[in-house]
């Protein structure tokens, strides 16, 4: 079955960084969309971009302005997100989420998306 694990979360101070990484596994397909989200406690989820394994460049929210950073390393099926400049207000649950057949444009770069597979998450906090 399909798993995903995020890492790399953690307490950090206003204007630095972090490297999240989510490792998948038990995929049937060769392909898939795959995204981060995060979410804080009574708030809806917030996308903040998805990447198609197939080689697309990724698509990014608005909201993130350019300060955060999706990559995969396709050798050993991980995804990341670099996350520069923090703020406060980017404190929250990170999570990876993949789907092989979602299409993955802007279209569903939106909180409503509902993604086949989902990670557990991983805290982070800026201070």
């Known amino acids: 079955h399909v798993q995903l694990v995020e890492s790399g979360g953690g307490s950090v101070e206003t204007g630095g960084s972090l490297r999240l990484s989510c490792v998948a596994s038990?995929?049937?397909?060769?392909?898939?969309?795959m995204a981060w989200f995060r979410q804080t406690a009574g708030k809806e989820r917030e996308p903040i971009g998805l990447l198609h394994t197939g080689g697309d460049t990724p698509i990014y929210s608005d909201s993130i302005a350019g300060r955060f950073t999706i990559s995969a390393d396709y050798t050993n099926d991980t995804l990341f997100l670099q996350m520069n400049s923090l703020k406060p207000e980017d404190s929250a649950m990170y999570h990876c989420?993949?789907?092989?057949?979602?299409?993955?444009?802007?279209?569903?770069?939106?909180?409503?998306?509902?993604?086949?597979?989902w990670g557990q998450g991983t805290q982070v906090t800026v201070s």
């Open positions: 038990g995929f049937t397909y060769s392909t898939n969309c």
């Open positions: 989420a993949a789907d092989p057949f979602l299409v993955c444009s802007d279209y569903n770069l939106s909180p409503l998306t509902n993604f086949a597979y």
